[in-house]
C-alpha cells in the first residue's frame, strides 16, 4: 500500500494540490516520508538476513515467517516500551536475587526467587506480599524452578532449587517441608531446568563438577551424566515440547529410556562454549564457540524460533545461534557489563505476540530489548533503581488487571544484584 501511495505521488494535478489546505498537504508530505522511510528500512533488513543467511540452511526457511509477522510485531512492542513501568517491588531478599520463577497452583499465581542471602522466597504475586522463606542448606541458593509434575501428580505445591552445598532439593511451600534432595554431584550446583515432555517428571542440572546430570524426578534418581565441559557448568535448559509427541495427559509416550526421543539438553560453562547434549543417545552431538568469558544464561526458542538458542556473557555480549547448521545467527552488543540473563520475549495464549523480541539483563543494571533481525542498536532500554546495582535474572509473567480480573497482561518480573524484585508491565 506504500508503494502505491510513493509512486502516485508525483500523479497529483495541481488542482488536486491546490484543494489541500497548506498544513494539510504538509502533513500528507511527512507522511510520505516516513513511508518511504520505514520501506527502506525493511529492505535493508531483509537485504542483509538473505546475505548472511543464505549459507545458514536450517533458519533461511524460517525467515519468511519472521518477515510475515514484522508488522504485527513493532506495533506489539511499540505498546509495550511506551506503556509499560515499574508497578511493583517485592522488598525482602539481602542479597542478589540469582534466579526467579512463576506459575500458577489453585488459580493463584506464585513467584519464587532464590538469592545468595540463602533463602528461597515465595511470593503471592495476585496479592503483592510474602508468604513464605526458607533455606535447609544454609548455603547461597542459585537457582529455583516450581515443580509442575508434583502438582499434577500429587496435588503437591513444590520448588525445586540448587544452591552452593552440592544438592538440589525439592520444598514443599503450602506443608513447609522438604519433600526430596539429590546430593549425587560433588561440587556447588548451578542452574537446573525441568523437562517440558513427560510432565516434567525430568530434571537436568550443571554444576562446578563439570558435569551435566539427568534425574528422574519420580524415581529420585540420576540417570545418567554428561561429561564434556572442561570447566564450571553454570546454566541448562531442555529443548521445548515437540508438537509430534504431544498427548492429552503429557504422559509417557514409550520411546527409548525415558520418552525423550528427540530432544537435547543445551549447558553454557565457564569454558566459554555451549554444547548440545541429546538424551536418547546419551552423548553431545554439537558445540558453539564464539564467546570470550562465561556464558552465563542459555535458552531455548519456540515457536518459529524452536531451532534457536539464545544465550548470554560475562564477555557482554548477547548471542543468537542456530541448532541445525552449527553457525552464529547474530551478536548483539551494547552492554558495558556481565550479562546474566536472556529471554525470548513470551507469547500469551489467544494473542498476537512479538516472536523477534529478545531481552538482556546485566550488571550495568539495565534490560535490553533487541531484534533478532538486526544486529544493530538496542529497541530500547529498562533502567534499573538505583538500588538495584545490577540485574542477575528475568521472566516473564501473566498478572491479573487491576481494572478487570478476568484479563491478564504481561508483564516483566526481574531480581538485582541488591535483592529487590521489581515488576514491569
Not at 261 to 280: A, F, H, L, Q, V
Request: proline content about 0%; glycine content about 6%.
Amino acid at each position: 500500500m506504500d508503494a502505491n501511495i510513493l509512486q502516485n505521488e508525483t500523479n497529483f494535478s495541481s488542482q488536486s494540490l491546490y484543494l489541500l489546505n497548506k498544513r494539510n498537504y504538509f502533513n500528507f508530505l511527512l507522511t510520505l516520508r516516513d513511508l518511504k522511510k520505514k520501506k527502506e528500512e525493511i529492505q535493508i533488513i531483509i537485504h542483509h538476513w538473505i546475505r548472511t543467511l543464505d549459507i545458514k540452511l536450517g533458519w533461511i526457511k524460517d525467515f519468511d515467517k519472521l518477515v510475515v509477522n514484522y508488522v504485527s510485531a513493532v506495533f506489539m512492542f511499540d505498546k509495550f516500551y511506551s506503556s509499560s513501568k515499574l508497578i511493583n517491588t517485592f522488598p525482602g531478599h539481602t542479597n542478589a536475587v540469582w534466579s526467579i520463577d512463576y506459575s500458577t497452583f489453585d488459580d493463584n499465581r506464585f513467584i519464587c526467587s532464590g538469592s545468595s542471602d540463602q533463602t528461597v522466597r515465595v511470593w503471592d504475586a495476585d496479592n503483592n506480599k510474602q508468604i513464605q522463606s526458607f533455606n535447609e542448606s544454609s548455603c547461597s541458593v542459585y537457582c529455583v524452578k516450581f515443580s509442575q509434575y508434583h502438582y499434577r501428580h500429587h496435588c503437591q505445591n513444590v520448588i525445586c532449587f540448587s544452591s552452593y552445598d552440592k544438592n538440589i532439593r525439592f520444598w514443599d511451600f503450602k506443608c513447609n517441608k522438604q519433600l526430596q534432595i539429590f546430593n549425587e554431584h560433588t561440587g556447588r550446583v548451578g542452574g537446573i531446568e525441568f523437562s517440558q515432555f513427560n510432565g516434567g517428571r525430568y530434571l537436568c542440572s550443571g554444576s562446578i563438577d563439570k558435569t551435566i546430570r539427568l534425574w528422574d524426578v519420580e524415581k529420585s534418581k540420576s540417570l545418567h551424566v554428561f561429561k564434556g565441559h572442561k570447566r564450571t557448568v553454570s546454566c541448562v535448559d531442555i529443548s521445548p515440547l515437540q508438537s509430534n509427541n504431544k498427548d492429552d495427559n503429557n504422559k509417557m509416550n514409550n520411546i527409548g529410556v525415558i520418552g525423550g526421543n528427540g530432544y537435547t539438553i543445551c549447558s553454557g560453562s565457564y569454558d566459554e562454549t555451549i554444547r548440545i547434549w541429546d538424551i536418547e543417545k546419551t552423548k553431545q552431538f554439537n558445540e558453539f564457540q564464539g564467546h570470550k568469558s562465561i556464558v552465563n544464561s542459555v535458552k531455548y526458542g519456540s515457536n518459529e524460533l524452536v531451532n534457536t538458542i539464545l544465550s548470554g556473557s560475562y564477555d557482554k555480549s548477547v548471542r543468537l545461534w542456530d541448532i541445525r547448521s552449527s553457525q552464529k545467527i547474530q551478536v548483539f552488543n551494547g552492554h558495558t557489563s556481565f550479562v546474566y540473563a536472556v529471554e525470548y520475549s513470551l507469547v500469551m495464549e489467544n494473542s498476537i505476540g512479538n516472536l523477534n523480541v529478545i531481552c538482556s539483563g546485566s550488571l550495568d543494571n539495565t534490560i535490553r530489548f533487541w531484534d533478532i533481525r538486526s544486529n544493530k542498536h538496542e529497541l530500547y532500554i529498562i533502567k534499573g533503581n538505583y538500588e538495584d546495582y545490577g540485574i542477575c535474572c528475568l521472566k516473564f509473567i501473566a498478572l491479573k488487571k487491576k481494572s478487570d480480573n478476568a484479563l491478564y497482561d504481561l508483564n516483566l518480573c526481574y531480581g538485582s544484584y541488591k535483592g529487590l524484585i521489581n515488576i514491569w508491565g
